[in-house]
């Protein structure tokens, strides 16, 4: 069950970092802002990875004896890129104008790495509903405290945040493959 708790952790530095550039944007906390904030990239955070669950069940046939390094793959991918953006621009730069179809398009993005995750769920041997809860929750509370962070100039903490959150996504990645290699 601690996996789970750490897989949020991580998939939730994302969201938290632009979070972050939210409330650097915005520069005056807005708690209803906030709040949308949180509901959005908690809600898509927490059900993405049942896509990716699915879509390991129904495949899990066909790559069953392969599923812990497509797993690694996935992780160490969604890991990489997340150290790589932690070295490029911060976000606040990237958002003009705080709408809610760029908050939704922000939530989408910023869960599509979730989706990928589930795919671990089933080698986690994790329930998915009650991770699903897990991450959304932890994403949505990461989120809310991201922005108002970012309103008294936070920016520094963007880079740290998906630096931290790639790196753990790594060290899942790694756990799963040496886990069913050497068993």
């Known amino acids: 069950m601690i996996e789970v708790f750490i897989l949020a952790f991580a998939l939730s530095m994302d969201a938290f970092a632009v979070s972050i550039g939210i409330g650097v944007k915005s520069k005056k906390f807005n708690k209803l802002l906030a709040l949308k904030v949180a509901f959005l990239f908690g809600l898509f955070q927490g059900a993405m990875p049942l896509f990716g669950y699915f ?3 129904e495949l899990g046939g066909f790559i069953e004896s392969i599923d812990h390094w497509i797993a690694f793959l996935l992780l ?3 890991g990489g890129k997340m150290l790589y953006d932690s070295f490029g621009e911060n976000i606040e730069d990237e958002i003009s104008n705080i709408t809610n179809k760029v908050l939704l398009l922000l939530a989408i993005a910023t869960s599509i790495d979730a989706m990928a995750a589930g795919f671990t769920l089933k ?3 994790l329930n998915p509903f009650v991770s699903m809860i897990i991450i959304g ?3 949505f509370i990461f989120s809310f405290v991201g922005v108002y962070v970012g309103t008294k ?3 520094f903490l963007e880079d740290k945040a998906e630096k931290i959150g790639g ?3 790594i060290g899942i990645g790694l756990k799963i493959l040496i ?3 050497l068993m």
């Open 55 to 57: 879509a390991s069940i």
């Open 76 to 78: 160490s991918l969604i």
């Open 123 to 125: 080698l986690l041997a």
């Open 137 to 139: 929750v932890v994403t």
């Open 153 to 155: 100039n936070g920016a």
């Open 167 to 169: 790196i753990i996504l």
């Open 179 to 181: 886990e069913h290699t």
